[in-house]
C-alpha cells in the first residue's frame, strides 16, 4: 500500500480509540486516536503514513484532518468525562502558526466540545522549526485549556531542557521499544531524572507501550500514574469501558505493593545486620587512629558481604585507602584513593548529616560502581561525629538475598 492507495480509500479510514487507564483510580481516563484503514485482508494501521514526510504535506494533512473530525464527532457522543489524545506533526502545525488546528478545535466547541478534554501529543525532538514559536503556541492552546502531553521522551534524543521549558501537562515515556521486560540501568538512570523533572513541572508521568505484567510494574515503581498498552488493552473502533480492567489492576498492585514491602523489609534487615556487626567489630580495636588498620579489621568481619571498605571524613575527604578484596578472598590495602573528596557525589552530605542526626547507618540505592561497572549498594557508617564508614556490597550478594535487588 502506498499514499495514494491511502488517498483514494479515504471513506475506509477508521479512528481507532486505545485506552489511557490512572493508577489512582485503576479508571480510563482518556483514549489515544489512532489511525486504521479496512481493508479485505484486514485492518491496517497508518502510523507509517503520517511518519512519512516524502508523502506531500497536503496529503498527511487531510487524512489527519478526516480522522481527527470522525474522532471527535465520535467523542462528542461519549456520554461521560474523559480526555481525548490528538497525535499532531507540530512542523505541520505551525505551518500556519497552528491557526487550522485551533479552528478546527473551536468548530467542535460550538458543539458541546469541551477543549479542557483534548490532550494535544506530539513528539518533541522531531520538531526542527523555531523553538520560541513552538514554545509560544503552546503557552497559547493551554491558556485555552487543551492539555499538552509530549510523547516518546526518553529515547535518544529527548532534550529534557526543551522539555522543561515547554511544561507540558503530560510526559509520554515508550517501554514498547525494549527488548522483552529487559531494562538496562541507563535506562533507569534516565527514568529516574524524568520523575525527577515531571515532579518539578507539576507535569504527569505516563507509560505507554506498556505489553506485559514486567513492564507495568516497571511503570507503577517508577512514578508513572498513566498506563497505556496492549497488555490493559489493544486500540479498538468503539470506546473501552471506564472500569474494564479495575479489578485486575487492583490485583497486580496489591502484587506490586506486596513485593515492594518485602524489598522494603530486606533492606531495613540489611542495615540492622551491618550496623550490629560493624558496632561489635569497631568494639575489639583498641584505637582508631590508623584509619588503615581499622578498615582492614573490618574487611576480616565483612568478608562475605562487602568488597571494598574506606573511612571519609565530615567533609567528605578519604581517610584511609582502599580495602580492597582480591582472588581468594584476600584483602589488600590501595592508596589510589586516600585524600579524594566525595562530597560532589549525589546524596552524601545529606546522608552525612542524616548518620550524625539518627545515629545509624544507611543503606544506599542500587547504583553502578564505576570501577566494577556492576550493580552495587553502599552501607555507611558513623563511626564518631567525624568520621564515617563506607562498605561496598558487591552484586552477587545482593544477587543471593532476597528483596535487595
Known amino acids: 500500500m502506498d499514499a495514494l492507495d491511502?488517498?483514494?480509500?479515504?471513506?475506509?479510514i477508521i479512528p481507532y480509540f486505545q485506552p489511557i487507564v490512572s493508577a489512582d483510580t485503576q479508571l480510563v481516563i482518556g483514549y489515544e486516536v489512532?489511525?486504521?484503514?479496512?481493508?479485505?485482508?484486514?485492518?491496517?494501521?497508518?502510523?507509517?503514513?503520517?511518519?512519512?514526510?516524502?508523502?506531500?504535506?497536503?496529503?498527511?494533512?487531510?487524512?489527519?484532518?478526516?480522522?481527527?473530525?470522525?474522532?471527535?464527532e465520535k467523542f462528542l457522543a461519549l456520554e461521560r468525562e474523559a480526555k481525548l489524545f490528538i497525535n499532531v506533526d507540530m512542523n505541520d502545525i505551525l505551518a500556519n502558526d497552528g491557526e487550522r488546528l485551533i479552528k478546527n478545535l473551536k468548530s467542535f466547541e460550538s458543539k458541546g466540545l469541551l477543549l479542557s478534554n483534548i490532550v494535544i501529543e506530539f513528539t518533541e525532538q522531531d520538531f526542527?522549526?523555531?523553538?520560541?514559536?513552538?514554545?509560544?503556541?503552546?503557552?497559547?492552546?493551554?491558556?485555552?485549556?487543551?492539555?499538552?502531553?509530549?510523547?516518546?521522551?526518553?529515547?535518544?534524543?529527548?532534550?529534557?531542557?526543551?522539555?522543561?521549558?515547554?511544561?507540558?501537562?503530560?510526559?509520554?515515556?515508550?517501554?514498547?521499544?525494549?527488548?522483552?521486560?529487559?531494562?538496562?540501568?541507563?535506562?533507569?538512570?534516565?527514568?529516574?531524572?524524568?520523575?525527577?523533572?515531571?515532579?518539578?513541572?507539576?507535569?504527569?508521568?505516563?507509560?505507554?507501550?506498556?505489553?506485559?505484567?514486567?513492564?507495568?510494574?516497571?511503570?507503577?515503581?517508577?512514578g508513572g500514574r498513566y498506563y497505556q498498552g496492549f497488555y490493559l488493552s489493544r486500540p479498538k473502533p468503539t470506546f473501552q469501558e471506564v472500569d474494564f480492567c479495575k479489578d485486575s489492576l487492583k490485583k497486580?498492585?496489591?502484587?506490586?505493593?506486596?513485593?515492594?514491602?518485602?524489598?522494603?523489609?530486606?533492606?531495613?534487615?540489611l542495615t540492622e545486620k551491618l550496623g550490629q556487626l560493624l558496632k561489635n567489630s569497631l568494639k575489639k580495636l583498641k584505637s582508631f587512629y590508623n584509619y588503615d588498620d581499622v578498615v582492614m579489621h573490618i574487611s576480616k568481619e565483612l568478608n562475605e558481604v562487602s568488597f571494598r571498605i574506606y573511612i571519609c571524613d565530615h567533609d567528605g575527604y578519604q581517610q584511609s585507602g582502599?580495602?580492597?578484596?582480591?582472588?581468594?578472598?584476600?584483602?589488600?590495602?590501595?592508596?589510589?584513593s586516600r585524600y579524594k573528596n566525595w562530597s560532589w557525589r549525589?546524596?552524601?552530605?545529606?546522608?552525612?548529616?542524616?548518620?550524625?542526626?539518627?545515629?545509624?547507618?544507611?543503606?544506599?540505592?542500587?547504583?553502578?560502581?564505576?570501577?566494577?561497572?556492576?550493580?552495587?549498594?553502599?552501607?555507611?557508617?558513623?563511626?564518631?561525629d567525624q568520621l564515617y564508614l563506607f562498605v561496598d556490597i558487591p552484586y552477587n550478594y545482593l544477587f543471593e538475598q532476597d528483596g535487595l535487588i
Not at 6 to 12: C, F, G
Not at 346 to 363: A, D, H, Q, S, T
Open 6 to 12: 491511502v488517498i483514494m480509500n479515504k471513506d475506509k
Open 128 to 222: 526542527n522549526g523555531d523553538f520560541s514559536l513552538l514554545k509560544h503556541f503552546i503557552t497559547y492552546i493551554q491558556s485555552l485549556g487543551i492539555q499538552l502531553a509530549i510523547d516518546d521522551v526518553g529515547k535518544v534524543g529527548s532534550n529534557l531542557d526543551r522539555i522543561a521549558l515547554l511544561k507540558p501537562n503530560i510526559v509520554k515515556v515508550d517501554l514498547e521499544f525494549l527488548e522483552g521486560d529487559a531494562f538496562p540501568q541507563l535506562y533507569r538512570d534516565v527514568l529516574y531524572s524524568l520523575s525527577l523533572l515531571t515532579r518539578k513541572i507539576g507535569a504527569t508521568l505516563m507509560f505507554e507501550g506498556v505489553g506485559s505484567f514486567n513492564q507495568l510494574n516497571y511503570a507503577w515503581r517508577n
Open 252 to 269: 497486580e498492585f496489591h502484587h506490586f505493593i506486596h513485593y515492594e514491602r518485602k524489598k522494603i523489609e530486606a533492606q531495613l534487615v
Open 322 to 336: 582502599n580495602a580492597v578484596k582480591g582472588e581468594n578472598n584476600l584483602w589488600r590495602l590501595e592508596e589510589g
Open 34 to 72: 489512532l489511525a486504521r484503514i479496512e481493508l479485505e485482508d484486514g485492518v491496517k494501521s497508518l502510523g507509517w503514513f503520517f511518519k512519512d514526510h516524502t508523502i506531500p504535506d497536503e496529503y498527511r494533512q487531510e487524512v489527519d484532518e478526516y480522522v481527527c473530525n470522525h474522532a471527535l
Open 346 to 384: 549525589p546524596y552524601f552530605l545529606e546522608n552525612i548529616v542524616r548518620m550524625n542526626y539518627e545515629r545509624k547507618g544507611l543503606l544506599s540505592d542500587l547504583y553502578t560502581d564505576i570501577e566494577k561497572d556492576e550493580m552495587i549498594r553502599t552501607y555507611s557508617f558513623p563511626i564518631n
